[in-house]
Each structure stands twice: as structure tokens, then as C-alpha cells.
């Protein structure tokens, strides 16, 4: 984890360190990717050439990422796949839903099937490639479809408020002792999900979650968020979380915990600075967040 960008790090891995799988996922998580993490002037993603040496799909989360872009390419156009997030608290959104973008043929077939009831269509679609063809029902619906259309429209703007919001609140917090604003790298840009600061609270003088709940005594907050626009902590690591705890996710017997060759340890500290990050330094903001609601016409920056 590279403390200063919110993001992991990543290190080449050996090849006798890779597992068996077919497919390798990243996440664009808060919204810096984080694709070149332990070199921000490589050219070269290391994710996607590691990939590329053991035949693995590359499926990118950027979820909280759209319009984001490592090195001149926006994120969605770097991996096979990518996974776009329209729920209530995205960029932009309809409500609930998503979006899934490849420029493989194959790809986009069987994301269709999964998404409808693959299993019955196969035989009739002359499918023969049927593995993971087992489909849910997935359907968006028409009108939440039409609302992404508009949506979709607005996100620039939208965008270049957001960003333009947070530079201006960054530079102010930025004259606080003891409170880092984010950090973007050379050739990228950030999109913003939240606005995260490091908090340090042997230069505040005052433990972190006292001054968040200061902070919110005195600013207002929104009706139609279900946590507070500022808070102390974030998600904890997946790892920490009760289903890995526990390894008990589908039926009562463990597994897929069950099946591995060996026990997963999903022991406390294997992400020493992510935990450290959580459990004493971030603090997330969302009071740069514009409204959804203006016409792309109406919108500017700062305004």
C-alpha cells in the first residue's frame, strides 16, 4: 500500500509464485488507479504484463473510477474487462446497476449470457463454448438504461467539478500541521470518490476519531446519505472481515475455504499498512461531491 496515494503497491512476481488461474483482477479503488504503483514513470503496466506471461484475463474494477486515466489511457480501455458501478453513491448512476466494457467479441457474448439466463439459450444461440455460461438474472431495466444514457452525457462536466472541488479544499487543508491532502500521480488523473486525508494525531494533538466527530458537529451533513460526508475509517481489509474469519461463505461446510489444498491463514496483519491506515490515519471526506442533478449546460467548476 502506498500511503501517500491510497493504493497498493505492486511488485513483479516470480513465476513460480503464480498461482493456477485464469483471470486477475484490480481494483481502482477511491478513484486513483493504481496500475503502476511501484513506478509512476513506467511505461510498461506490470499488471497486465504478468498477466500477459502466464495467459491470464485481466478484469478491471473501476467502479469508483470513471473517467480516471493512467498515462494517457482512461481506465476502462486497459484490461479485457472492466466493471463499471451506476448505485446510488457512484459518479453518476441510476439507482442501481452497472456496466461491463471489452472489445472482445467472445467476452462480451458470454457477459451476455451470464447476465440472462445463459443456461437456457446455448443450445438455440449455438453456443458451444458453455463453460461459465450459467447465467442470473441481471437484467437493468429499461428506464434505469435510459437514465445511464443521460447520465453517461453529464459525467465530464461532472468530473471537472468534482476535481475542481477538491483542489480547492485541498489546498486550503493542505496549510493544516498534521493533515495530508491526496496525492496524484504524474499522467494520471484522479476522479475522486471521496477525498481521503491522512490524518496524524502526534501533530494534531488530538486522537483522529475526536476530530472527525468535531468536524461534524460543526458541518452539515445529508439527508440522503446512509453514513455521515466525513468519517474515520473506510471498509476494513476483505480478509478482516467475518465470511474469511469464519471461512464460511456457501453452505455450512466452508466452502470454497474447504476445497484448498491448504487452510487459508486470513490472519491480522497481512496487510500491515493498510490496517495501519484504517485502524489510525485515513479519514474520508465527500464534501466535494457534486450534484447529479444539473444539466451538463449548467455545469462548472466551484460553482
Known amino acids: 500500500m502506498a500511503a501517500s496515494l491510497f493504493s497498493p503497491t505492486f511488485s513483479p512476481t516470480s513465476s513460480a509464485s503464480i498461482p493456477k488461474a485464469s483471470v486477475a483482477e484490480s481494483a481502482h479503488e477511491l478513484k486513483h488507479s ?3 504503483i511501484s513506478s509512476a514513470t513506467q511505461r510498461t503496466c506490470p499488471i497486465l504484463a504478468l498477466a500477459r506471461e502466464h495467459n491470464l484475463i485481466v478484469i478491471e474494477d473501476a467502479s469508483q473510477a470513471p473517467g480516471a486515466i493512467y498515462q494517457g489511457r482512461k481506465v476502462g480501455g486497459l484490461g479485457d474487462m472492466t466493471v463499471f458501478s451506476l448505485n446510488y453513491h457512484k459518479h453518476i448512476h441510476t439507482g442501481e446497476g452497472g456496466i461491463v466494457t471489452t472489445d472482445n467479441e467472445d467476452y462480451a457474448e458470454h457477459l451476455r449470457l451470464i447476465r440472462n439466463h445463459g443456461e437456457s439459450v446455448v443450445g438455440g444461440k449455438g453456443v458451444d463454448d458453455i463453460v461459465n455460461a450459467f447465467g442470473l438474472n441481471l437484467r437493468m431495466s429499461e428506464l434505469a438504461a435510459a437514465l445511464s444514457v443521460t447520465q453517461l452525457a453529464k459525467l465530464p462536466p461532472l468530473l471537472e467539478r468534482r476535481i475542481a472541488n477538491v483542489e480547492y479544499l485541498s489546498s486550503r487543508i493542505a496549510q493544516l500541521p498534521g493533515i495530508t491532502p491526496p496525492v496524484v500521480r504524474p499522467g494520471c488523473k484522479h476522479v475522486y470518490y471521496d477525498q481521503i486525508l491522512l490524518f496524524d494525531s502526534t501533530v494534531v494533538g488530538t486522537t483522529r476519531e475526536r476530530f472527525v466527530d468535531a468536524v461534524s458537529a460543526e458541518l452539515p451533513t ?29 453452505g455450512a461446510s466452508g466452502w470454497p475455504f474447504s476445497a484448498a489444498a491448504a487452510k487459508p491463514d486470513y490472519k491480522r496483519g497481512l496487510c500491515p499498512v493498510t490496517e495501519r491506515l484504517q485502524e489510525h490515519h485515513l479519514i474520508f471526506t465527500e464534501f466535494m461531491r457534486p450534484p447529479c442533478t444539473i444539466s451538463p449546460s449548467r455545469v462548472s467548476p466551484t460553482t
Open 222 to 250: 445529508s439527508e440522503d446519505r446512509d453514513w455521515p460526508l466525513i468519517c474515520a475509517r473506510y471498509v476494513d481489509p476483505l480478509y478482516l472481515l467475518p465470511m474469511f474469519q469464519k471461512q464460511i461463505a456457501i
Open 34 to 36: 493504481w496500475w503502476s
